[in-house]
């Protein structure tokens, strides 16, 4: 019995000393002060198109639950951005070139090497 109610007595000291912890003893200016929210350190850069080592330097900062949603967010629809606009350039570069090798007026320009001729 003697040992329950030290144990009993211990638990609630601990419970007191974390309270008065967490809330300011009355030494301090008042609870745990107020810190800004981390933000991405290390955006993507705004004045030039995103690299390889741009995506493998991308670190987000850690929230309570994992990552903040809004930084992902603006970094894959800056990625999402930029992939759309390059796979819309290959598209324009392809059909360039299959319209350049297209015939035209019938004579057919070709863009092979011509064989070398045999000398003696």
Request: aromatic share 4%; charged share 25%.
């Amino acid at each position: 019995m003697v040992m329950f109610l030290f144990l009993v007595i211990a638990l609630a000291v601990v419970v007191a000393a974390v309270t008065l912890a967490v809330v300011g003893g009355g030494e301090g200016t008042g609870p745990l002060p107020e810190v800004a929210p981390e933000r991405l350190h290390d955006p993507l850069p705004p004045d030039r198109p995103v690299d390889r080592s741009d995506i493998d330097h991308l670190r987000f900062p850690l929230a309570v639950r994992g990552y903040r949603m809004a930084d992902v967010d603006d970094a894959l629809n800056r990625v999402a951005a930029e992939l759309a606009e390059r796979d819309a350039r290959i598209a324009d570069l392809e059909s360039a070139l299959a319209g350049a090798r297209t015939p035209v007026g019938g004579n057919q320009v070709s863009m092979e090497k011509p064989a070398p001729e045999d000398q003696q």
